[in-house]
């Protein structure tokens, strides 16, 4: 296939880069935005920040103009392993994801199904501009799986914090495992910033703890936990409080959803210092709960996004950002409305959500120190948001603005992670897409003919429940034909 840029040469590894003349969101503590400014990035740090740069003899230079340059996103849960099953759920409750992934199907997956489905999502991620991904891997019945998994991250050129689960067994179980700590032994060293580690796994409420001897494995190991809290008719507050009460609430674990919990849940996290990750578009379709930022503000509890999995939705923070704008604002005009009032100034604006997009998901990894903002000394995790046949990408007034609302992955011309570029000019570098699509075609084939054709397609076919017609007072008049009117709404 050919492309109307073929010529253009992508900087080689390890090459110092420059990128000239954006406009500069660096995404430090004081959102300093930089019109027309350069970035200058050498052996895989960024090495300085403003106009018109002197830079190494040999540097590789991209023209930024007209283009935003931001840090890397991040995504701080996200189920790498189902994006093979890509769309598949796209009319899903949360009840037939757990009745499909959790009772019925998530046994049929083998270690080459989750390969295939980290390789592709890793790569979408990167191509999204989304940088550092927390792989939130709970189909790991077996360390061959949990091997795979890791195989499949450390062939692509991102950064990612493994985030080892089991649905398919309790964490008080296969957290005892012998293989389980062979396993992290061989596979991370403690403080790698391209690999990070951490435990996956959730809290029933069972008054009698059985998760508390994960919860010790993981503080043994130093790994932070990460678990689905506050998700309607899954987690609650029972969960909360008995991390809590027992002590394994510190400041790096990450609520996942954190959508269904009482004003006494919240001040549980707030006060422990932890950060809730935000899936919008998961908690809005599947049903954890009303996404929560309209109220964990008010607990000044840390956000970062996430997009979860890709059986519903894909690898693309634009997404998220935007959704979470709507429904943070949705919310508060909502609740205003209920109570005759009118909202005249939103509380969360553009700027806060490409903020919880990068340096909140730096900050709630532990890797603010690493990536998240453009400043000299951090390692060069940097998007350009560039595309000069777009419409959309003219006037550039408001940055964030536009970032929020108006870019989408189709304009990530060039992704940098840890200084290195791995798309450029709007195509991935390094990639056999061919070879990726492949694994995923044998998996798809394997599932599909695992579950039979009408498992197949009923699970993708959910009833859809029968719809009410209202009483209408007024006739519905000629341009409706009586049978079409009482068939509507099938
Ligand atoms: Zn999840």
New binding site residues.
């Given amino acids: 296939m050919s492309h109307p840029d073929a010529d253009v040469v992508a900087p080689a590894a390890g090459q110092p880069v420059v990128l000239r003349g954006g406009t500069v969101l660096t995404m430090d503590d004081a959102r300093t935005v930089l019109p027309g400014a350069d970035v200058l990035v050498v052996e895989g740090r960024i090495a300085a920040i403003a106009p018109q740069l002197e830079v190494p003899e040999g540097t590789a230079e991209i023209d930024a103009s007209g283009g935003i340059v931001m840090p890397g996103m991040i995504d701080t849960?996200?189920?790498m392993w189902q994006t093979a099953m890509r769309g598949y759920g796209a009319d899903w409750t949360l009840t037939q994801y757990f009745v499909w992934y959790y009772l019925e199907h998530g046994r049929a997956f083998r270690p080459e199904d989750v390969h295939a489905g980290n390789l592709l999502s890793a790569w979408d991620a990167l191509e999204a501009g989304v940088t550092t991904t927390v792989d939130?891997s709970?189909g790991l019945q077996t360390t061959k799986h949990a091997d795979a998994a890791v195989d499949a991250l450390q062939a692509v050129p991102g950064r990612f914090v493994f985030a080892y689960g089991n649905i398919q067994a309790g964490p008080w179980e296969w957290s005892a495992w012998p293989e389980f700590r062979d396993f992290v032994s061989r596979r991370f060293t403690p403080g790698d910033e391209m690999l990070g580690f951490q435990m996956a796994f959730d809290v029933t409420g069972d008054p009698a703890f059985p998760e508390r001897a994960a919860f010790e494995v993981a503080r043994e190991l130093g790994a932070p936990v990460t678990t689905?809290a506050g998700v309607w008719g899954a987690t609650n507050d029972d969960g909360i409080r008995l991390i809590y009460d027992n002590g394994f609430a510190t400041p790096q674990t990450i609520y996942?959803?954190a959508a269904t919990l009482s004003e006494d849940s919240y001040q549980r996290i707030a006060a422990s210092g932890g950060s809730v990750s935000v899936?919008t578009e998961?908690e809005e379709s599947a049903g954890q709960g009303y996404p929560p930022t309209w109220t964990l503000r008010n607990h000044d509890i840390p956000v970062s996004l996430?997009m979860?999995?890709s059986v519903w939705w894909s690898a693309d923070l634009f997404s998220a950002m935007r959704a979470t704008l709507g429904a943070d604002r949705a919310r508060e005009h909502l609740e205003a409305h209920a109570k005759g009032e009118t909202v005249t100034n939103c509380h969360l604006r553009a700027d806060q959500v490409v903020e919880w997009a990068t340096a909140g998901g730096a900050r709630a990894l532990g890797l603010d120190g690493v990536v998240g903002s453009l400043e000299p000394g951090k390692k060069a995790d940097v998007v350009l948001i560039k595309n000069d046949s777009s419409p959309a990408m003219f006037p550039l007034i408001n940055p964030y603005g536009h970032v929020a609302f108006q870019a989408q992955r189709g304009d990530v011309h060039t992704v940098l992670v840890n200084g290195r570029p791995v798309k450029h000019d709007h195509r991935l570098i390094g990639v056999d897409l061919a070879a990726a699509w492949r694994e995923i075609e044998s998996t798809v084939d394997y599932l599909r003919s695992e579950l039979g054709d009408e498992a197949w397609v009923a699970g993708m076919h959910p009833d859809v429940p029968e719809t009410e017609m209202l009483d209408n007072p007024y006739q519905y008049t000629d341009y409706r034909s009586s049978s079409t009117h009482t068939s509507r709404g099938r």
């Fill in positions: 849960h996200r189920h939130w709970h689905h996942v959803h899936s998961s996430s979860d999995t």
